[in-house]
């Protein structure tokens, strides 16, 4: 199967496009976020598409491009997909409504068919942090609307990922080298749906590899960009906010700020130093026992012995974490650290599921559970 390599539209040719069409952000304190188009309509035809009811300067985009990062402020927009050279009025997909998040790194992928009247988009928020000299990260996504559910293993039937279906992308970390991949239908070693094999993941460099096209001829779509493209961008967003502040303008930590608040350590994650905050989400809180919450709020002592738990003096970035067993938090106990298949847990079930957000006062790691002492 030859793999079709992706064109790639310069981020700063669609950044000049797209900003007069859209709220300024703040010299002092930008309100960041990226974004990009992967076109994966195995009967659609090339694309156009506009933002906020404008054309945003991603043009003539056709089946297996996927466009280059584009920075934008955070908030919410307007996306439609249009036919090329064709007027919004005509667009196949929306316009819908599209948040993108304070630092997010957001993929659309025009993914179903004309024929069916399956099309429409697929968002998907990638991990677009730092990697470690000698890691490659790898989103692979499902796009062949008739396949099953997929995993995709090494040859010796190990599982890199597991239970994929159609519209859903997973992302992985991995050691760099030559990797031979099959990918098969979910919880089986065959019939090998797409073979792989002779994969070379270079170190520092992010791939976004998209099953595409029908089940009796399934194709590859792929983008490889390197670290030092987009460090800039990442590096944008380093040193403008505080922990604290970052987590007050996400809505995804509503609960965390307010927790914060009412233990009265706000002012220590806004204030100098140096931090590692393991941030737990809205999602993460719910899913404690019922009344939980509500009686460590009113525990001043505890709720305070809580959240130290779920901060680490210094700024360890991802890279850094993977490499520990074990860490100290403020409250003075004790976390555990693993790895496993690819991904990161604490405390053996609470995974890390976004990483290295930069601050001027250290780095949050987003988690999926509360950790408890």
Same mark, same amino acid.
């Given at each position: 199967?030859?793999?079709?390599?992706?064109?790639?539209?310069?981020?700063?040719?669609?950044?000049?496009?797209?900003?007069?069409?859209?709220?300024?952000? =703040?010299?002092? !304190?930008?309100?960041?976020? +990226?974004?990009?188009?992967? @076109?994966?309509?195995? %009967? /659609? $035809? *090339? #694309? &156009?598409?506009?933002?906020?009811?404008?054309?945003?300067?991603?043009?003539?985009?056709?089946?297996?491009?996927?466009?280059?990062?584009?920075?934008?402020?955070?908030?919410?927009?307007?996306?439609?997909?249009?036919?090329?050279?064709?007027?919004?009025?005509?667009?196949?997909?929306?316009?819908?409504?599209?948040?993108?998040?304070?630092?997010?790194?957001?993929?659309?992928?025009?993914?179903?068919?004309?024929a069916s009247g399956s099309l429409r988009p697929a968002v998907y928020r990638e991990d677009? =942090?730092?990697? !470690?000299?000698?890691?490659? +990260?790898?989103?692979?996504? @499902?796009?062949?609307? %008739? /396949? $099953? *559910? #997929? &995993?995709?293993?090494?040859?010796?039937?190990?599982?890199?990922?597991?239970?994929?279906?159609?519209?859903?992308?997973?992302?992985?970390?991995?050691?760099?080298?030559?990797?031979?991949?099959?990918?098969?239908?979910?919880?089986?070693?065959?019939?090998?749906?797409?073979?792989?094999?002779?994969?070379?993941?270079?170190?520092?460099?992010?791939?976004?590899?998209?099953?595409?096209?029908?089940?009796?001829?399934?194709?590859?779509?792929?983008?490889?960009?390197?670290?030092?493209?987009?460090?800039?961008?990442?590096?944008?967003?380093?040193?403008?906010?505080s922990i604290a502040e970052i987590a007050a303008s996400d809505g995804r930590f509503s609960?965390?700020?307010?927790?914060?608040?009412?233990?009265?350590?706000?002012?220590?994650?806004?204030?100098?130093?140096?931090?590692?905050?393991?941030?737990?989400?809205?999602?993460?809180?719910?899913?404690?026992?019922?009344?939980t919450l509500q009686a460590v709020l009113a525990d001043k002592n505890l709720l305070t012995?809580?959240?130290?738990?779920?901060?680490?003096?210094?700024?360890?970035?991802?890279?850094?974490?993977?490499?520990?067993?074990?860490?100290?938090?403020?409250?003075?106990?004790?976390?555990?650290?693993?790895?496993?298949?690819?991904?990161?847990?604490?405390?053996?079930?609470?995974?890390?599921?976004?990483?290295?957000?930069?601050?001027?006062?250290?780095?949050?790691?987003?988690?999926?559970?509360?950790?408890?002492?």
């Amino acid at each position: 199967m030859t793999r079709k390599l992706t064109k790639f539209v310069l981020t700063g040719m669609l950044l000049a496009l797209l900003i007069g069409l859209l709220p300024a952000a =703040s010299a002092q !304190a930008p309100n960041l976020s +990226r974004i990009r188009i992967a @076109h994966l309509s195995t %009967d /659609a $035809p *090339a #694309v &156009d598409i506009y933002v906020n009811g404008a054309a945003s300067g991603i043009q003539t985009l056709a089946f297996g491009d996927i466009s280059g990062w584009v920075e934008l402020p955070a908030g919410t927009y307007r996306v439609a997909v249009v036919p090329a050279g064709a007027p919004i009025d005509q667009a196949a997909i929306g316009p819908v409504s599209l948040n993108l998040p304070a630092n997010g790194w957001t993929t659309v992928a025009a993914i179903g068919s004309l024929a069916s009247g399956s099309l429409r988009p697929a968002v998907y928020r990638e991990d677009v =942090s730092r990697l !470690a000299a000698d890691q490659a +990260r790898v989103t692979v996504f @499902h796009g062949i609307e %008739d /396949a $099953p *559910a #997929v &995993d995709v293993m090494l040859a010796d039937g190990t599982k890199l990922v597991r239970n994929l279906a159609f519209g859903q992308g997973r992302t992985i970390t991995v050691p760099a080298g030559t990797y031979d991949l099959q990918v098969v239908p979910a919880g089986t070693a065959s019939p090998v749906v797409i073979n792989l094999a002779g994969t070379t993941l270079d170190a520092q460099k992010f791939y976004f590899v998209a099953a595409s096209n029908r089940l009796a001829a399934p194709q590859v779509a792929l983008s490889v960009v390197s670290l030092s493209q987009i460090s800039p961008l990442i590096d944008k967003f380093a040193s403008t906010r505080s922990i604290a502040e970052i987590a007050a303008s996400d809505g995804r930590f509503s609960t965390l700020v307010t927790a914060l608040q009412a233990a009265d350590l706000v002012d220590v994650l806004a204030g100098p130093g140096s931090f590692t905050v393991f941030a737990p989400t809205n999602a993460a809180f719910a899913k404690l026992p019922a009344g939980t919450l509500q009686a460590v709020l009113a525990d001043k002592n505890l709720l305070t012995t809580i959240l130290k738990y779920h901060v680490l003096g210094g700024k360890a970035l991802a890279s850094d974490v993977v490499g520990l067993t074990s860490f100290n938090p403020l409250d003075g106990g004790s976390v555990r650290v693993e790895v496993r298949d690819g991904k990161v847990f604490l405390n053996d079930s609470v995974q890390i599921i976004l990483t290295d957000i930069q601050a001027n006062n250290g780095v949050i790691h987003v988690i999926d559970g509360v950790l408890v002492p």
